[in-house]
């Protein structure tokens, strides 16, 4: 029998899309691991199930390249996923020429070169692209400050008919009328702004809980990200983090039970290190005080690599879209958008991770269970 598939369409061939594609290759070659997997299997949809039908990219040195040679290309890093079994994964899809819109910002065109674009509105022929490969999940990866381009995709999948991810912090599935328009469709809308899997988002929100949780009162806090690859390079242009800032900082404010005043909390993205390459590195601070008014800090470094830490999550995000899809149960995007998102509805984003996790957990049911409930 068939080993069932999640079709995915790549926005954006980027270190992260990297991730997931070898990800996926390196679950595929050794099947019986599960380590790394929060969820081994989604329904019938295992960890190596993911299959890259379709991709997108504005980048000279990518588009027109076959997806499994484009995902090592340009500024891509090494991203420590051992190569040695891999076998490759999108050799046949080719990378197509995305519009531009407001996906490359300054810094980003500083060390690419954008391939060139048809003139004129091309959601006519992105959305037949779309049907073309038969895609079941768009997955969104644009960079940083991409909101007019997020929208635009998101109105592309809409009208393909196909299921949106997104995973940067441009606010589509927080937004009521986005949300709207997708349940009308039957079709899931799950993010905004991936939440890596063992990230500094996951942990602060954690800390900040604790805090709450253990009736001690936080008075300051802050966190301070560092790294080299190009998500970091083009968080230099500090006018296209607002809506970073605001996702990170919302995220780990939501997770705690009292008042935080704005100029107590400081959380974003700090500074490009370029020897780091992939690795990021988290720097987190909790002040408070506890019984009697005793002082407690806490501090704490985290050291990961990026991309995987994010891979780790998509595929879960692609794999619970197409269950969804299957099944004609659109509404668990809103749990699915808490555990796995910063930004998830806010209907949802003042729930702890754990409830999240588990109202998913009971959702997606036993392990191989198939499509229709």
Not at 114 to 125: C, F, I, V
Not at 313 to 322: E, G, Q, S, Y
Request: with cysteine; aromatic share 8%; glycine share 10%.
């Amino acid at each position: 029998m068939d080993t069932p598939r999640t079709r995915i369409g790549i926005i954006g061939v980027g270190n992260c899309a990297r991730a997931l594609i070898e990800g996926t290759a390196f679950y595929r070659a050794n099947p019986e691991v599960t380590s790394g997997l929060m969820f081994p299997y989604v329904g019938p949809y295992g960890a190596g199930s993911v299959e890259p039908v379709a991709a997108w990219d504005v980048d000279t040195e990518k588009v027109g390249k076959d997806l499994w040679s484009a995902r090592a290309a340009g500024q891509n890093l090494d991203i420590g996923i051992p190569q040695g079994d891999l076998l490759p994964i999108g050799d046949d899809v080719e990378v197509l020429r995305a519009p531009t819109l407001d996906g490359a910002g300054t810094r980003y065109q500083e060390r690419m070169s954008l391939a060139p674009e048809t003139a004129g509105d091309r959601t006519a022929e992105i959305v037949e692209q779309i049907r073309a490969a038969r895609v079941d999940v768009l997955l969104n990866y644009l960079p940083v400050g991409s909101q007019r381009a997020t929208e635009w995709w998101a109105a592309a999948a809409l009208e393909a008919g196909t299921a949106f991810v997104n995973n940067v912090p441009a606010f589509i599935a927080s937004t009521g009328e986005w949300r709207r328009r997708f349940r009308d469709a039957g079709l899931p809308l799950i993010g905004d702004d991936i939440k890596s899997q063992l990230g500094a988002t996951y942990l602060h929100r954690a800390l900040v809980r604790a805090f709450s949780d253990r009736g001690i009162a936080l008075e300051r806090t802050y966190q301070l990200n560092v790294g080299g690859n190009m998500d970091f390079y083009n968080m230099l242009e500090r006018e296209r983090l607002a809506s970073k800032k605001q996702s990170k900082t919302g995220a780990v404010t939501d997770a705690y039970d009292g008042d935080l005043p704005a100029d107590r909390v400081h959380i974003g993205p700090s500074d490009f290190v370029p020897f780091l390459g992939d690795t990021k590195k988290a720097f987190i601070r909790c002040e408070g005080s506890g019984f009697g008014g005793a002082r407690i800090d806490l501090e704490m470094q985290l050291t990961v690599p990026d991309s995987p830490n994010s891979a780790g999550v998509v595929i879960d995000a692609a794999r619970i879209a197409k269950l969804a899809m299957d099944r004609g149960d659109v509404a668990v995007d809103e749990w699915v958008s808490a555990w796995l998102f910063k930004a998830p509805p806010r209907s949802v984003a003042q729930e702890s991770d754990q409830v999240a996790r588990e109202r998913l957990t009971q959702w997606i049911g036993a392990p191989g269970e198939g499509a229709k409930r």
